[in-house]
């Protein structure tokens, strides 16, 4: 199987802590994107990693990837209870049309 | 809104019925895509159409029939489903290019019964 895997598969924080999800693959990679999805919705991009970049920014997401590790982290600084919601990596290795997404991390951000 | 719309956002059907889910995308993207998402499961690709032509079949049953008239619409028609078919059936679009996102729609979710 090529589909990748979240971890943990759940997360329960407090509002203003920062929340970290890994993500880990089996095939190489053109890139990896990470998802958000609110509970029974579809999903909406949040960021896209190329396989040359081992770090990137979007407001207070961190993504960071290691090719060599087949890994990827989601770090969300400053949680508020809006981050709730489920977030899925997602991998292009079967070809660039053919997304595969991981199981999913659930995250619960209390007041 | 995601550019990207759903009909319908639920449905509800018998095992010998048939019927249609519809996807229209706003967007000027040239592909197309069906994902099935059951609970406690990882999204399944079931189908992409890229420039109007099918390019996956991910071993999909028969009881599930694509269509892609233009590079706006794309259907799934549904017949004699199984109660296992039951999920969270999304669409998503995007460019036909490297490194591009998927834009999803809000999903029909289907009960069978």
């Known amino acids: 199987s090529q589909q990748g895997e979240e971890d943990p598969q759940a997360l329960s924080i407090q509002e203003g802590e920062n929340a970290t999800m890994n993500c880990s693959y089996k095939t190489s990679i053109n890139n990896l994107q990470w998802y958000r999805q609110n509970s029974g919705r579809g999903l909406v991009h949040l960021i896209l990693?190329?396989?040359?970049?081992r770090e990137k920014h979007s407001g207070r997401l961190r993504v960071t990837l290691d090719t060599s590790k087949k890994s990827s982290s989601l770090l969300i600084t400053a949680s508020r209870a809006a981050d709730t919601a489920s977030y899925f990596c997602?991998?292009?290795?079967?070809?660039?049309?053919?997304?595969?997404f991981g199981t999913g991390t659930r995250l619960l951000v209390s007041p | 809104e995601t550019g990207v719309t759903q009909t319908p956002r639920h449905l509800v059907m018998g095992m010998t019925n048939k019927k249609s889910l519809k996807c229209e995308q706003h967007?000027?993207?040239?592909?197309m895509y069906w994902y099935k998402q059951s609970a406690k499961k990882p999204l399944e690709l079931m189908f992409v159409?890229?420039?109007?032509?099918?390019?996956e079949n991910n071993s999909v049953p028969s009881r599930f029939s694509p269509e892609c008239p233009n590079s706006s619409h794309l259907f799934l028609h549904l017949h004699t489903l199984q109660p296992e078919d039951s999920a969270l059936y999304l669409c998503a679009s995007s460019q036909v290019a490297e490194d591009t996102e998927a834009f999803f729609g809000q999903g029909t979710r289907l009960t069978v019964v």
């Open positions: 997602a991998t292009d290795g079967a070809g660039f049309q053919k997304l595969v």
């Open positions: 967007l000027g993207h040239n592909a």
């Open positions: 159409y890229s420039l109007e032509e099918r390019v």
């Open positions: 990693i190329r396989s040359n970049e």
